[in-house]
């Protein structure tokens, strides 16, 4: 049986095809109730729940951010003032670098994912010696996990040309040290409007877990 969130994915699809369309203060202004009331709030109350079944399931805390839906404009080219997608983080506290859960719903999309992001100097470091050490480990859960439909995600900046120094040119794992971000996503599971959102959040966990430990290991925070 639906656990009620599973009807505000649809509600905020149409709100953001509409969005889209006609991205404008007007727009929002007259439609800002029903953003908050029927999206903003249910997300919140969802992100908060999933980040106790993250817990358990971890062994660890994770908070949970819902993104604003206005935009960052000043140095994009692109000047829409909002964005037209409903997305979800649950991170470890203190900052630092370490995997995370995110999730996201758009016209376009509905996924689920985890992984690690913002990797530069220090942790870009860390995380290659990761993939020099580990690279067998990982890959292998990887392909256990596809069986979950769980893919390496094209999300973050753009891999390097080349694999960096001092690695060779035929590392085994060169795909993934040209990487400057490792993320994972899966979509959610068919029937999930009558599982419920947050039981079939739930079941892409443990398909990831391989692969969460793996970089938990490697940036415990």
């Known amino acids: 049986m639906s656990d009620g969130f599973a009807e505000m994915i649809p509600r905020a699809i149409g709100f953001f095809e509409r969005l889209k369309a006609d991205n404008t203060k007007e727009f929002y202004e007259a439609h800002k109730d029903f953003y908050r009331d029927e999206i903003r709030k249910p997300a919140e109350l969802l992100a908060d729940l999933f980040a106790e079944d993250l817990a358990k399931a971890t062994g660890k805390p994770h908070g949970p951010k819902v993104f604003r839906l206005h935009r960052d404009v000043r140095f994009s080219k692109d000047k829409t003032p909002y964005n037209a997608h409903l997305h979800m983080l649950w991170s470890r506290p203190g900052g630092g670098v370490s995997p995370a859960w995110f999730f996201g719903a758009a016209p376009a999309y509905l996924t689920f994912g985890m992984g690690v992001m913002g990797l530069e100097k220090e942790s870009l470091v860390r995380f290659r010696r990761m993939i020099d050490a580990q690279g067998d480990d990982l890959t292998h859960a990887m392909a256990e996990a596809r069986a979950a439909n769980v893919t390496l995600s094209d999300w973050g900046p753009e891999p390097l040309k080349r694999v960096p120094k001092p690695y060779e040119a035929d590392h085994p794992h060169g795909v993934l040290l040209k990487r400057k ?41």
Do not use: K
């Open 181 to 221: 971000a490792f993320v994972v996503q899966a979509p959610l599971a068919e029937g999930w409007q009558t599982a419920g959102l947050l039981p079939s959040l739930g079941a892409l966990i443990p398909p990831m877990m391989p692969i969460w430990r793996i970089l938990d290991r490697s940036f415990p925070a």
